[in-house]
């Protein structure tokens, strides 16, 4: 960005010196140290500080002027905000981090190693959580009137170390030395019930009314952190709720002497917002998350409609006109019971009056078919945790079946058990997922296909029943952070060839393309990939003390650890390469450095032993003087935004290759697009999308698509065939078996093979193994011809508009929350 253009967008006008005046008063009169004595800490506090001047003014203006406008509003409740750092980000979105690298160059400080200081704010496990970050920045920079509302926890995501290969997860202390970019709330407490048992009762009209003694009252504490728009006009809110004992409950048990009971229920009450479940697609089912998502669920309506109170009071009447509450998966799917008890019981309105609001309010946005995913809670479980909640869904489920489904099925019991909330069977239990889609206004999937598979299998009867309530919006990412942000090299050449408006406009991207041939403009392209695979380098170094040489081909595999994203399949073809290279060790190959960053859930047995397999593997293949450098490979250990950040501007090669039909959608595939690399990858989630926007020959497909995936299940997959089909299939699977990668210790990587075999390689891992080492050797061909790579890499990054995630925004606008932006001054 120029200059003026920086000044121009900076809300208030500000000097480098006049910044640098501010973070020296901040270092003094805030922190209380000086200029010659001030820790790294220090330094980045204050100039958050001085930062923070210019954000909380916005702020102030975006909440009066949307109070005075009324306006509607979307609230994004979502269990995972997966923000990573906020200083980068927030002095970009202001048009000031040229002026903040200026000040702080002056004080000696570089600002690179200042950002460094900030622990990530890892509220989320991955693309879910991630993506609600990014939305929340678009919903921002479009100037439209929302609110994140989700969970303040005290740990994040675990902090991942290995040891001796092995993951170990330690617990992650975001906020231990103070946080500068959140403001405690105290005057907006909520007081929540839990527990106890419901009343039947007569009014004095003589109507039957339910009254819930709750069994206990949790304090909800609103934590605000500010999104900043890029420009900086509109600066939303990001709502976060901890729970905190509240006193009047405990005090008869202390009174009577039980000071130990009372205190155990302070740290019970204490305990909901402690730390984030780290399972990323598996249903946890354990009683404190189930209050989790009702804590904050309940806490947040509360909030809303304490707001929507000043504005119209008791009128009701326009309470869907003003709300849009869009459900992230059906974690929060409490919510709508939530209002139906409020609505009926507490202000006192005709059940279908309220249902109709409720429908109105609630869209859902469903994440992934995986069955492991889909919630459900035991009836047992929802009785003793929420009770009235509990008879309010077989009220909202009654009238379902009775009226709707009936109608349309007349005595179809078979169809009315598969649609019910309720699942019978040994345990009863309560579908989350059916309970979303019949609450909801608007039911959306992530990518096209996953959309198309949530209509046709997953919720095939509810799309025959509301052919309208379905609908798709493809995910996209903020190029604030991932392009501008994270690559200031690229976004530099980027804003001198085609102007600096695309962080609000990425079209404008697609004039790129004129340069895809010019041997000038590829070279500069290509150099700041160098660059940045220098930079990459040096992290390896610092993490894991492996050598790595900048000139090989960087192929990177970053996302959560899971079967179906099959990062085995991955290490199968490293150690097939590996292999040939033992056999042929003057093989002709352009050098290649394979790169890992994922966690696995502290419970997830196969994907812990994938990264002890990868992590080994790794240790042999690098120190093997036989194959002369061409092969490395690396697990950078604690995989999080900030090292994404650091990863992606520096990646040739983009891995994506799940099992078809498996990936919702991904949006890590997004982001090294548009950075550069080159995919490989099977046609799943937005993968398909990619490949159609970026061109064919500018990706690399592989693999069984969704319908050859589903046809090769029905006739019956035996994996066993692969094995004694192919014969480097064997010898790599029958490696594991040996103590070759774990001197003296043979077995310890045998549940892999397993996995293949007799566990029947649920993911057709071998099915694909032939495909995905094809597409390796065209990446590697395409990887040869230099100025093709460019040309490809170029358009990449030109091509990639649509995965903008202000985009994703404007259809969620345009679709589902027909909302309206609005100029704040
Ligand atoms: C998650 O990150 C995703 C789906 C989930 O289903 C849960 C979590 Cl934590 C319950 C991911 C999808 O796997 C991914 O394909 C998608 O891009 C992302 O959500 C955002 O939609």
Redesign the pocket.
């Known amino acids: 960005m120029t200059k003026a253009k920086e000044t121009e967008m900076a809300i208030g006008k500000i000097t480098p010196k006049q910044f640098k005046e501010s973070i020296i008063k901040h270092l003094n009169s805030t922190f209380g140290t000086d200029i010659n004595k001030a820790s790294k800490k220090a330094w980045w506090n204050a100039t958050s500080a001085a930062l923070n001047e210019f954000v909380y003014d916005r702020l102030s203006q975006t909440q009066k002027t949307h109070f005075e406008k009324d306006t509607r509003a979307v609230h994004y409740f979502s269990l995972?905000f997966l923000m990573g750092r906020l200083t980068g980000n927030n002095l970009h979105n202001l048009g000031l981090f040229e002026t903040a690298k200026k000040a702080l160059t002056e004080l000696d400080i570089d600002i690179n190693t200042l950002v460094d200081e900030e622990e990530d704010m890892a509220l989320g496990?991955?693309?879910?959580?991630r993506?609600a970050a990014c939305f929340i920045d678009s919903l921002a920079t479009m100037e439209l009137p929302a609110i994140g509302y989700g969970i303040h926890y005290e740990h994040g995501l675990f902090r991942q170390e290995f040891k001796d290969g092995h993951q170990i997860e330690r617990p992650d202390s975001w906020r231990e030395y103070g946080n500068p970019f959140e403001i405690r709330r105290p005057e907006s407490i909520q007081d929540i019930p839990v527990y106890g048992y419901v009343e039947t009762k007569f009014n004095d009209a003589g109507k039957v009314v339910k009254e819930w003694h709750p069994g206990r009252i949790i304090k909800g504490v609103p934590w605000d952190v500010p999104v900043v728009g890029y420009s900086g006009k509109t600066v939303n809110v990001l709502r976060l709720w901890e729970s905190r004992a509240t006193n009047f409950f405990n005090w008869d048990v202390f009174n009577s002497g039980g000071y130990h009971d009372a205190h155990k229920e302070n740290v019970e009450s204490e305990t909901i917002s402690k730390v984030l479940y780290p399972n990323?697609?598996t249903d946890a089912g354990k009683e404190l998350r189930l209050i989790q998502q009702y804590f904050f669920c309940a806490c947040s309506l509360k909030d809303i409609i304490r707001r929507y109170k000043r504005a119209h009071a008791d009128d009701w009447s326009n309470f869907s006109a003003q709300v849009a509450v869009q459900l992230n998966?059906t974690h929060p799917a409490i919510a709508i019971p939530e209002l139906m008890r409020i609505l009926v019981d507490r202000a006192d309105m005709d059940w279908d009056q309220a249902w109709k609001i409720c429908r109105e309010t609630f869209s859902y946005t469903n994440?992934?078919l995986l069955p492991e995913?889909l919630e459900k809670w035991s009836v047992r479980l929802f009785e003793k945790v929420l009770p009235r909640h509990l008879e309010i869904i077989y009220e909202i489920n009654r009238r379902f079946l009775e009226s709707e489904v009936d109608a349309k099925w007349p005595g179809d019991n078979a169809i009315k058990s598969k649609l019910s909330i309720i699942e019978e069977g040994h345990e009863r239990m309560v579908r989350m997922g059916n309970l979303s889609v019949i609450g909801s206004n608007k039911v959306n999937g992530?990518a096209e296909v996953h959309s198309a598979l949530v209509k046709s299998d997953l919720f095939p009867e509810f799309n025959a029943l509301w052919t309208d309530k379905f609908t798709n919006v493809t995910?996209g990412v903020t190029p604030r952070r991932w392009l501008k942000a994270c690559n200031p090299a690229l976004s530099k050449l980027i804003d001198k060839t085609v102007g600096d408006q695309w962080p609000t406009n990425q079209e404008i991207l697609r004039d790129l393309d004129k340069k895809a041939d010019d041997a000038k403009f590829q070279k500069a392209y290509m150099d700041i990939k160098h660059e940045n695979k220098v930079a990459l380098t040096k992290v390896i170094k610092e993490l894991t003390d492996v050598d790595v040489d900048p000139s090989a081909i960087f192929d990177i595999q970053i996302k959560r650890l899971h079967e179906y994203k099959r990062q085995h399949l991955n290490l199968l073809h490293i150690m097939a390469l590996y292999r040939r290279l033992l056999q042929n060790p003057t093989m002709d190959m352009v050098p290649r450095v394979f790169i890992f960053g994922a966690k696995a859930a502290p419970g997830y047995k196969l994907a812990k032993d994938i990264i002890y397999a990868i992590n080994k593997v790794a240790d042999k293949v690098n120190n093997d003087e036989r194959i002369g450098g061409k092969l490395k490979v690396v697990f950078l250990p604690n995989y999080r935004v900030s090292l994404a950040e650091k990863m992606i501007p520096a990646a040739d090669v983009s891995e994506q290759i799940s099992t078809a039909g498996k990936?919702?959608?991904?949006?890590g595939n997004m982001k090294l697009a548009l950075n550069g690399a080159i995919t490989i990858g099977t046609l799943d989630?937005a993968n398909i999308e990619i490949a159609e926007e970026v061109g064919e020959e500018n990706v690399v497909i592989f693999g069984l698509t969704v319908d050859e995936v589903k046809a090769l299940k029905k006739q019956g997959y035996n994996p066993w065939d692969y094995y004694y089909g192919n014969e480097e299939i064997k010898a790599v699977l029958d490696w594991f078996d040996t103590d070759y990668f774990t001197p003296g210790k043979p077995g310890e990587l045998s549940s892999i093979k397993n996995s293949f075999l007799d566990g029947g390689d649920p993911y057709l891992c071998l099915a694909d193994f032939e495909s995905y080492s094809e597409g390796q050797k065209e990446i590697e061909a395409k990887y040869k011809d230099k100025k093709g790579w460019a040309r490809s890499a170029i358009l990449n990054t030109a091509y990639m508009g649509k995965f903008n995630s202000d985009r994703s925004i404007q259809d969620y606008v345009d679709r589902i929350w027909k909302l309206k932006s609005c100029t704040v001054k």
């Open positions: 995972e496990n991955g693309g879910l959580g993506l990323d697609e998966d994440h992934t995913a992530v995910n990936e919702a959608s991904g949006t989630g």
